[in-house]
């Protein structure tokens, strides 16, 4: 027998990310006007994280029946994402899929009562930076989480921990990239598209300072 959502539960998953599709590399809009002026389009899905079933994808047999068909239990995600996340489950663990849920709810979160503040063109770079960029944005993304103070804002790369570097007058976060060279160049790419400032001239330690608005943008992304 399947736990599945009913349809409340599976409304209230759309709309806690606005019927966008939770995969941060797809952000789909799932839902939209039809042709007749009394209809509307739907290609999105309330996924189960942990199947509704057993023999599912990434079925867990200690979860009751009313959490499996529970609100955080489901995941909504446009029908494409939905087929490919029951595809390959090495790729796509629970733990991920979660964290999809919980940044694309602090993103729909985020923009209630607000302006975008961005241009389509600037949401356009932003995506394409999460792509080319991954490691970089996710190194960056981690210092924006665990920083309490809400100040951090510069970050420096260094080879190894055998290089020794200080700034005078304030604090920096280090990432080191010798086994990850091509951060070097994703953080490049950042700076060149006006998401990092850059405060040295040095290529073997470059010292970089994070933008606000790009700031605010790891901070709920």
């Given at each position: 027998m399947?736990?599945?959502?009913?349809?409340?539960?599976?409304?209230?998953?759309?709309?806690?990310?606005?019927?966008?599709?939770?995969?941060?590399?797809?952000?789909?809009?799932?839902?939209?006007?039809?042709?007749?002026?009394?209809?509307?389009?739907?290609?999105?899905?309330?996924a189960?994280?942990?199947?509704?079933?057993?023999?599912?994808?990434?079925?867990?047999?200690?979860?009751?029946?009313?959490?499996?068909?529970?609100?955080?239990?489901?995941?909504?995600?446009?029908?494409?994402?939905?087929?490919?996340i029951?595809?390959?489950?090495?790729?796509?663990?629970?733990?991920?899929?979660?964290?999809?849920?919980?940044?694309?709810?602090?993103?729909?979160?985020?923009?209630?009562?607000?302006?975008?503040?961005m241009?389509?063109?600037?949401?356009?770079l932003?995506?394409?930076?999460?792509?080319?960029?991954?490691?970089?944005?996710?190194?960056?993304?981690?210092?924006?989480?665990?920083?309490?103070?809400?100040?951090?804002?510069d970050?420096?790369?260094?080879?190894?921990?055998?290089?020794?570097?200080?700034?005078?007058g304030?604090?920096?976060?280090?990432?080191?990239?010798?086994?990850?060279?091509?951060?070097?160049?994703?953080?490049?790419?950042?700076h060149?598209?006006?998401?990092?400032?850059?405060?040295n001239?040095?290529?073997?330690?470059?010292?970089?300072?994070?933008r606000?608005?790009?700031?605010?943008?790891?901070?709920?992304?």
């Amino acid at each position: 027998m399947r736990d599945d959502f009913n349809q409340k539960t599976k409304d209230i998953l759309a709309r806690r990310v606005c019927f966008v599709c939770s995969n941060p590399e797809c952000r789909k809009h799932t839902s939209g006007p039809g042709e007749q002026p009394d209809k509307a389009v739907n290609i999105g899905v309330a996924a189960h994280i942990t199947a509704a079933s057993e023999g599912g994808p990434r079925y867990d047999p200690f979860m009751s029946a009313d959490e499996r068909s529970s609100v955080e239990n489901g995941i909504w995600l446009c029908q494409d994402c939905a087929h490919l996340i029951d595809a390959d489950l090495r790729k796509y663990p629970v733990e991920l899929l979660y964290r999809w849920k919980r940044r694309t709810e602090a993103e729909a979160r985020a923009s209630i009562g607000r302006r975008s503040g961005m241009s389509s063109d600037e949401l356009l770079l932003l995506s394409e930076a999460e792509t080319l960029c991954a490691g970089a944005v996710e190194y960056l993304r981690y210092i924006v989480e665990k920083d309490d103070t809400h100040l951090l804002r510069d970050v420096v790369l260094l080879p190894n921990k055998n290089v020794m570097f200080g700034v005078w007058g304030g604090t920096h976060s280090t990432i080191y990239y010798e086994e990850q060279p091509i951060l070097k160049q994703q953080f490049r790419w950042l700076h060149e598209q006006g998401f990092l400032e850059k405060l040295n001239d040095r290529s073997d330690t470059p010292l970089y300072r994070i933008r606000n608005s790009f700031y605010r943008w790891l901070a709920i992304s």
